[in-house]
Structures are given as structure tokens and as C-alpha cells.
């Protein structure tokens, strides 16, 4: 492939904390078709490693210059950048889009976790740093539960299986450690308080009107957040779906946005 016949926008995929690309295995093949170059970005110390499945996690500012890395790569051969993130993966997208010196033309958010406020999330989680900043959590874990972030009772079955048989699934790990969980605090901490900071014209932010980790709440403080930034904010509502709406029922929904969104930043000039 020529220079002039290289296509012109990548997209990097982030998927959620601790779990592996298949998160957004929906969208690769669909944004391939529209002629864009696609990365799964896996990052170590924040990805699901099958071969070190105990080891802890890198720090936070790891993860985000990993993306950075990842973003100058692409920019070399490439007009424009797009960061599609899930879960963390959103919140690690926002993150990676306040420097400026690496800037990115969209980001397609789904499932943003600003704040833990879903319908399942349990009464207790208050307490959720004396587990992460003190001793007591130090051989704790969090281990995921039904309905594992799926409204259709067929992939949750599947995916309960595949916990089970191989400790990750499409859904992420059956276990997350207390390192993982605490540096994606400290990223969150950071992220709420300087979300004004964000460098990027184009923001496309997917959510699930049930969402029983984060609620639709979180579409508000997004755009309260990003109200004083230089940003074209569109929000999407879908309304048959848990936290994991790339693979859930509403998934064909959320693939059709996410390819319209990134077919018209074709339409607008690439960030310099």
C-alpha cells in the first residue's frame, strides 16, 4: 500500500480494565470496512495477561503513556486519530486525550465510569479504599458476579462459562486485584477533576439506560465536565443493554454509531 492509498484514520480500541480486546471485537471488522487502520491496544499492567494472569498492575500514567506511544505511531502515517474506549477504557481515553501534545481528531466512549453508581453496584463500595490505600485490602480481590455487565441471559450464560473454563471472557476477568482497582481510582481522582482539560473536537459518548455500574448520571457530569473545554459533545441513550454494550443487545445499535461518528471526522480537518 502507497503512502497516498494508506488509510487515512486510525482507530485505537481500549477496552476495559483488565481484560483483553475482545471487549471490542464488534467494531473492529465495521470500522476496517470503512477503510480505517484499527488497533487493539494492549497495554501491560492494565490488559488481562493469560500467561501472568497474577501479576499486578502498572501505574496509572504507565497505561496513558502507553496510549500516547500508540497515538504518535499512528499519527505518522495517518490524518487522524480516533480513541474508542469501554468501562476504563473510557476513562483511560479521556485521560490520554488532555495532552495536547498528542492530540487525537474523536473519542467514542462507551459505558463512561466517572462514578460507581449503577443499580448493582453494592451499599458497602464507600468503603472500597480501605481495601485499596490500606493493609486491609491487601489479600482481598474483587471477583465478578452475575449478571457480569449483559442483559441477554444467552451471553451471560456464555460468559459465566467462559469465567469458569479460562478466568477471562468478552466481559473481561473473573478476578480483578486490588492494584488494578486502585490505580484505575487514582485515574478516575485525576480524570474528574481536570476533565476541562480535555483536548479533543470531536467526543461521541455511548451509554446504557440501565447501566447497573455506572448510571446515565455519568452522561451529566461528561458534559458538565467538558463544558468549558473546546469539544463537540453527542450523547447516545440505548435502552436494551447493561454496562457491556459492545457485546450485549443493543450491540448493532452501538457499532452503527460508533462507525457513522468516526466516517464524519472525514468531513472535518485533522488536528494539526
Known amino acids: 500500500m502507497t503512502q497516498a492509498t494508506q488509510p487515512s484514520t486510525a482507530v485505537v480500541l481500549l477496552h476495559g ?10 467494531v473492529n471488522a465495521p470500522l476496517r470496512q470503512i477503510g480505517c487502520t484499527v488497533v487493539p491496544l494492549q497495554i501491560a499492567g492494565y490488559s488481562f495477561d ?9 501505574r496509572f500514567e504507565h497505561w496513558i503513556s502507553a496510549v500516547h506511544d500508540c497515538v504518535r505511531q499512528q499519527r505518522q502515517n495517518h490524518q487522524r ?5 469501554i468501562s476504563a477504557g473510557a476513562g483511560l481515553a479521556l485521560s490520554a486525550a488532555m495532552d495536547p501534545a498528542t492530540p487525537v481528531d474523536g473519542l467514542v466512549l462507551m459505558s463512561t465510569t466517572l462514578r460507581y453508581d449503577g443499580w448493582a453496584i453494592p ?8 481495601a485499596l490505600y490500606t493493609p486491609l485490602g491487601r489479600l482481598w480481590q474483587y471477583r465478578e458476579q452475575p449478571p457480569y455487565g449483559v442483559k441477554n441471559e444467552r451471553i451471560r450464560a456464555w460468559i ?4 469458569e473454563n479460562r478466568r477471562v471472557s468478552r466481559a473481561g476477568s473473573a478476578t480483578l486485584g486490588v492494584s488494578y482497582l486502585r490505580e484505575n481510582d487514582r485515574l478516575l481522582r485525576r480524570l474528574r477533576r481536570n476533565l476541562s482539560q480535555v483536548v479533543c473536537p470531536h467526543i461521541l459518548a455511548l451509554h446504557a439506560e440501565e447501566d447497573e455500574v455506572a448510571s446515565p448520571d455519568n452522561l451529566r457530569l461528561l458534559a458538565v465536565g467538558l463544558s468549558s473545554a473546546a469539544v463537540s459533545l453527542k450523547t447516545v441513550t440505548v435502552r436494551n443493554s447493561f454496562h457491556m454494550i459492545s457485546i ?11 462507525v457513522d461518528f468516526v466516517r464524519s471526522l472525514t468531513a472535518s480537518p485533522p488536528c494539526p
Not at 123 to 130: R, S
Not at 248 to 258: A, F, K, L, P, Y
Open 50 to 58: 493469560a500467561d501472568h494472569p497474577e501479576a499486578p498492575a502498572q
Open 123 to 130: 451499599p458497602w463500595h464507600f468503603l472500597l479504599p480501605l
Open 17 to 26: 480494565l483488565c481484560s483483553t480486546p475482545d471487549e471490542l471485537l464488534s
Open 248 to 258: 450485549d443487545n443493543d450491540r448493532q445499535q452501538v457499532v452503527r454509531e460508533t
Open 81 to 85: 486519530v480516533v480513541l474508542v474506549g
Open 160 to 163: 459465566a462459562r467462559e469465567l
